[in-house]
């Protein structure tokens, strides 16, 4: 078979396609979404999210060292493409939506409690990967509706249509 070469952009695909939220230190709350986001060890459970540095929750996130991955579903993508197209340093994107938050069990960032999956995550570490820097979260708790839990505790990801 014939190979091309293609745009190096596109070399992994599907992405995930999660909101991150978070919190600054005077407690105004944010989210944006995010494409670069993958589980990156098990024992302890850590995850990585890529944040642009000139994105608005970059600093909320460097400063505060914490972070939460909403899980999106497929009906949620007005509100996904929402909070990816516009810039909390205009707006409170989250009252502008009407998005249902809580305070986070573990720590100091909300849940997007409209999505069926939240990851609260304590940073330990970040890599400045080029145009991102990835900052790993350890997890600290992760919370899922009721339908979605089988009965060994575990998240059933054939019952969430994924965005």
Known sequence: MKKDIVNIKSCLQPA???LVSCRDKSGKNNALAVAYCSNCSYAPP??????VPSRFSY???KDTGCFVV???SDDQKAMFDYL???SGRDEDKLA???ASVADGEKVNAP???DCPVNIECTVVDSIV???HEMFVGKVEVVHANSDLINEKGEIDFTRINLL
């Open 70 to 72: 909403n899980l999106v």
């Open 111 to 113: 849940l997007l409690t």
């Open 96 to 98: 502008k939506l009407g």
């Open 84 to 86: 990816g197209s516009y």
């Open 59 to 61: 600093h909320m996130i």
């Open 16 to 18: 995930p396609k999660v």
């Open 129 to 131: 990967t080029g145009s």
């Open 46 to 51: 850590m995850v990585m999210v890529g944040i």
